[in-house]
Antibody, heavy 120, light 107 residues
């Protein structure tokens, strides 16, 4: 069974930085593209960033481009999201998730999420 | 960007009701449409991929269909476990991936 466990969320001041991690198990991690999706409190789902299995290609939403960096360590089956210049509107639960069939596939499964709160 | 317009944003229904939720894509997405269920405090769960492929373990009362750029999730007979929020997502364009706004199914 594939399991994805996020960590690294917390309270940070505007302009600050945070690095999220997602530990994966039950899969050949390097074979799958991965993604981060966020959900602001009481709101819908917003795609944040994706990365292919090798890590060589990355994709970002316009709202985070230039501030967030997605990366992966295939030797340790871990996905990362480095978030810089955080803004109040970045406050959300951040979910790590796996693509099933490449970047155009469906997203399954999802981790339990980690809450990032940006506030002074 | 491909916009996904999901309707209704919420609905009230009773156990046993037939429920229909629709997502309209702003352009063709060629069946690259997935449906997710989310319960309060939980991560989304994939129900249907490629517009109509039911995922393993998902009850057969759930089904998906397409008509042009309109995609529909149908629950044939609503059960107590089905009260949740449902999201559609297009994966035709990966930049960006986009979700519908969600439909909250309430008692």
């Amino acid at each position: 069974e594939v399991q994805l466990v996020e960590s690294g969320g917390g309270l940070v001041q505007p302009g600050g930085s945070l690095r999220l991690s997602c530990a994966a198990s039950g899969l050949i991690f390097s074979s799958y593209a991965m993604t981060w999706v966020r959900q602001a409190p009481g709101k819908g789902l917003e795609w944040v960033s994706s990365i292919i299995g090798s890590g060589s290609d990355t994709y970002y939403a316009e709202s985070v481009k230039g501030r967030f960096t997605i990366s992966r360590d295939n030797s340790n089956s871990t996905l990362y999201l480095l978030m810089n210049s955080l803004r109040v509107d970045d406050t959300a639960i951040y979910y790590c998730a796996k693509f099933t069939l490449g970047l155009r596939g469906h997203i399954d499964p999802w981790g339990q999420g980690t809450l990032v709160t940006v506030s002074s | 960007d491909i916009q996904m317009t999901q309707s209704p944003s919420s609905l009230s229904a009773s156990v046993g009701d037939r429920v229909t939720i629709t997502c309209r894509a702003s352009q063709t997405i060629n069946m690259y449409l997935n449906w997710y269920q989310q319960k309060p405090g939980k991560a989304p769960r994939l129900l249907i991929s490629a517009a109509s492929t039911l995922q393993s373990g998902v009850p057969s009362r759930f089904s998906g269909s397409r008509s042009g750029t309109d995609y529909t999730l149908t629950i044939s007979s609503l059960q107590p476990d089905d009260f949740a929020t449902y999201f559609c997502q297009q994966s035709y364009s990966i930049l960006p991936l986009t979700f519908g706004g969600g439909t909250k199914v309430e008692l």
